[in-house]
């Protein structure tokens, strides 16, 4: 199953994972927010911006452009990673992992948009794609980038 994991960090701040059916994180929420349902339109937001929105490679200096949009770089430990930004600029969500090359990131946007047309499917059977993980001592817990 493929969802949205909602949790709350160390600063109790909402988050999002989005998870694939094997339970990894591929992506993750752009902030955190200061209520669930807020960190929930974030991700729907995402489920419905994301699937057809188009592709952009960034260099570090750029301007953002116009969102919604999927942006792609090479960061300064020379990993590619991708964001995906609303209209507003705004940046919803980020890649939970680095990868070795353009081909490797540019691939792994590809899943992700696959992922959020299931999950947007599974939406509108009336499967709300979320669960809730409660904040443990110390933080959350589990993989991604807020771990």
């Not at 116009?66 to 590619?80: L, M, Q, S």
């Not at 540019?106 to 947007?120: D, P, T």
């Amino acid at each position: 199953m493929k969802w949205f994991n909602f949790y709350q960090d160390k600063s109790l701040q909402w988050r999002w994972r989005l998870k694939d059916g094997n339970g990894a994180v591929v992506a993750d929420s752009g902030e955190g927010y200061n209520d669930r349902k807020d960190c929930e339109k974030g991700a729907a937001l995402f489920t419905t911006l994301g699937p057809n929105a188009p592709e952009r490679k960034v260099s570090g200096t750029e301007e953002s452009g116009n969102g919604p949009e999927w942006e792609y770089f090479e960061d300064r430990a020379d990993e590619w990673r991708w964001r995906f930004q609303a209209k507003n600029n705004k940046i919803l969500a980020d890649s939970s992992e680095g990868y070795s090359s353009e081909y490797n990131v540019k691939r792994a946007i590809q899943n992700v948009k696959s992922l959020l047309r299931e999950i947007g499917n599974q939406n509108s059977s009336g499967n709300n794609g979320g669960g809730y993980i409660p904040p443990s001592q110390g933080g959350s817990t589990g993989g991604g980038r807020f771990a």
